[in-house]
């Protein structure tokens, strides 16, 4: 089963950039990367998925090394409306045929101040 | 807007009580997944459906059951309600229940058992 580990916290400024890296050492060949904002009280909301290398989107953009056991979220010039909690998930199989189970980790709480 | 619907935004019930949640997928999802986020458990997976079927199994308390009707709106029911069941109940659906399709999360619905 592949396990994330991610910071509990991380505090930034305004307009700075923010990198969240997240450890998965036990990550499967056909696994992708999926990281998921959460605002309190909501639904986690998809930010970006990727296999290798550097995807990037209009909200954040996603490096992952060769060997695939980390990758890093990065924020380009935060604000204080991305303060939330960042999920790193990473595809699991469940034990029943066909069926997964997604499992989140406890997340890393991103507080962005003036 | 995820396109997830969930119904009751807010539920107060008592001890020993049964309640059911709803969920309606986004239009043109097959699969169905429950998860349970209380203040010091984060997001815990409960449950998995696709296309109807049970695909997944969590740490769902026998106490909790689901199903996935043929229209693909899925029902949680919670039965024997206890005060540590109080928690914000989300539903997510992806296109196929694959783990690497991202999920799309309802606002949930926010139980308290009193």
């Known amino acids: 089963l592949a396990k994330t580990t991610q910071p509990i916290s991380m505090d930034s400024y305004e307009g700075q950039e923010v990198n969240i890296t997240c450890s998965h050492n036990?990550?499967?060949?056909?696994?992708?990367i999926t990281w998921y904002q959460q605002f309190p009280s909501q639904g986690p909301r998809f930010i970006i998925q990727?296999?290798?290398t550097k995807v990037t989107n209009e909200v954040a953009s996603l490096f992952i090394p060769a060997d695939r056991k980390s990758s890093t979220l990065s924020l380009p010039r935060v604000s204080l409306s991305d303060t939330a909690v960042y999920y790193c998930?990473?595809?699991?199989?469940?034990?029943?045929?066909?069926?997964?189970?997604?499992?989140f980790g406890t997340g890393t709480q991103l507080k962005v101040e003036l | 807007d995820s396109g997830v619907t969930q119904t009751p935004k807010h539920l107060i019930t008592a001890t020993g009580q049964r309640v059911t949640l709803r969920c309606s997928p986004r239009s043109g999802d097959l699969s169905v997944y429950w998860y349970q986020q209380s203040l010091d458990q984060g997001l815990q997976f409960l449950i998995q459906y696709y296309n109807g079927e049970e695909r997944a199994k969590g740490n769902i308390l026998e106490r909790f059951s689901a199903q996935q009707f043929p229209d693909l709106h899925s029902e949680l029911n919670l039965s024997s309600l206890e005060l540590g069941d109080s928690a914000l109940y989300f539903c997510a659906s992806s296109v196929d229940g694959q783990p690497n399709s991202p999920l799309h999360f309802g606002n949930g619905t926010r139980l308290t058992v009193t």
């Open positions: 036990n990550i499967a060949t056909n696994d992708y």
């Open positions: 990727g296999y290798k």
């Open positions: 998930l990473v595809g699991d199989k469940g034990l029943t045929g066909g069926g997964n189970k997604l499992t």
